[in-house]
Nanobody
Framework: HVQLVESGGASVQAGGSLRLSCSSS????????VGWFRQAPGKKREGVAA????????YYADSVKGRFTISRDNAKNTLYLQMNSLKPEDTAMYYC??????????????WGRGTQVTVS
């Protein structure tokens, strides 16, 4: 059973920053494309950012470009999402996922349980 665990979610004011982390004690993320996704109440889950293995190419949703930065530390088996200039519309449950492709949620087969980000 693959377990990804997110942390770092919180309630912040607009304009603030947060850094989300995702790690696993049972799953090595190094060989896989990993990403961050979010889902607000009543909305579909959407891709926020992803980072490939190897070249480390990054992909961002247009809505977060220039504000969010995804990174990975394979030595620590941890994925990060630095979120700056947060907006109320960034409010959502944020999930990390592994083993997929780009920003398409249905391609990912391993998911965490999420961490809540609330921007007011």
């Amino acid at each position: 059973h693959v377990q990804l665990v997110e942390s770092g979610g919180a309630s912040v004011q607009a304009g603030g920053s947060l850094r989300l982390s995702c790690s696993s004690s049972t799953y090595t993320i190094g060989p896989y494309c990993v990403g961050w996704f979010r889902q607000a109440p009543g909305k579909k889950r959407e891709g926020v950012a992803a980072i490939s293995t190897g070249s480390g190419n990054t992909y961002y949703a247009d809505s977060v470009k220039g504000r969010f930065t995804i990174s990975r530390d394979n030595a620590k088996n941890t994925l990060y999402l630095q979120m700056n200039s947060l907006k109320p519309e960034d409010t959502a449950m944020y999930y990390c996922a592994a083993g997929g492709s780009g920003l398409t949620p249905r391609t990912y087969n391993s998911w965490g349980r999420g961490t809540q980000v609330t921007v007011s």
